[in-house]
């Protein structure tokens, strides 16, 4: 208001002079109005490479004039500023702030994207604890929750496939088998169409299987590969993964048919005659005359009492 006075103050002169003149002064001489004003000094410090005092100054503009003409790109360039001083979990939390605000905003799409990034960096190990100013890396309830939040966002967009995909992802690099399955399962039934459903199908699969070789006295996981693999192939015959699932089934069958025989030995050992002819028999209509242990179990089975 101070500005507007003033500049009507300067323009009184001119009206002795003429009406019109004074008239296209006063229409080109509008003032900026306080938040542009701040947001002028923010673009300043940012020009000058000042990225965290820029950040900041822009997060006033937000804070203090939330409804003003600048509010929505000072929101955005409180991430982009954060982002190059090296905070990227501030940035993540400025672009949050800029979806949940300004959802019609001409950068809401960017703003999804860069928020994106940042979480998938998170995932894959690509931010250095030194940028995150933490003293250690970030947590797995830390990263799943970046990723949680960007799926929450935009459920139905591509990026939330990408992020379920990334949850699965990250999980089997920590060794969490049960939510890295957990993970792959849900992208399939979210986004069945969606081109990362077939690789999250087969490293469910594949999960497994790796499990189930490791805990061999627990057969239920094994029975969860083969049913998902199989799953893979029916639903996704022509992709890549289908190819490796095929494989990767052979493998399974072999070692299924290795611990039934073994199961038959066991309890054929343990003087159990009918259990062991019941796995003898089960191996043996479930595989060909050729094989060996096919063979092998036909020649127990006959010598059992």
């Not at 209509?285 to 059992?304: G, I, M, P, V, W």
């Amino acid at each position: 208001m101070r500005h507007l006075k003033l500049l009507l103050l300067l323009a009184l002169p001119l009206a002795v002079v003429s009406c019109a003149s004074s008239s296209k002064v006063a229409q080109g001489s509008k003032a900026p109005t306080k938040a542009e004003i701040l947001f002028q000094k923010a673009s300043k410090l940012e020009k000058k490479g000042s990225w965290k005092a820029a950040a900041k100054k822009y997060e006033d503009v937000v804070e203090q004039y939330p409804t003003s003409k600048v509010a929505s790109t000072a929101a955005y360039r409180v991430g982009q500023n954060w982002e190059k001083a090296n905070k990227p979990q501030n940035a993540f939390d400025a672009y949050q702030t800029y979806i949940t605000l300004f959802r019609n905003g001409a950068k809401y799409s960017e703003a999804l994207d860069s928020q994106s990034d940042i979480a998938f960096k998170a995932a894959k190990g690509g931010l250095n604890k030194r940028f995150l100013g933490l003293k250690s890396e970030l947590t797995y309830a830390q990263v799943t929750g970046l990723l949680n939040n960007v799926i929450s966002n935009a459920p139905a967009s591509d990026l939330a496939a990408r992020a379920q995909f990334e949850i699965g992802a990250y999980a089997e690099k920590q060794e969490r088998t049960g939510e890295s399955v957990a993970a792959f399962f849900k992208l399939v039934d979210s986004y069945p169409n969606h081109k990362l459903a077939p690789e999250a199908t087969y490293r469910a699969g594949l999960a497994l299987s790796g499990y189930s070789q490791e805990h061999s006295e627990n057969s239920s996981n094994l029975y969860k590969a083969k049913s998902t693999l199989e799953d893979l192939i029916q639903q996704y015959p022509s992709s890549s993964q289908a190819s490796k699932a095929r494989k990767l089934l052979k493998e399974i069958v072999k070692l299924d048919n290795e611990r039934t025989f073994e199961v038959a030995t066991f309890y054929e050992k343990k003087g159990k005659y009918d259990s062991a002819k019941y796995y003898y028999q089960e191996l043996i209509d479930r595989t060909k005359s050729s094989d060996q242990l096919h063979q092998q179990a036909q020649k127990r089975l006959k010598n059992l009492p």
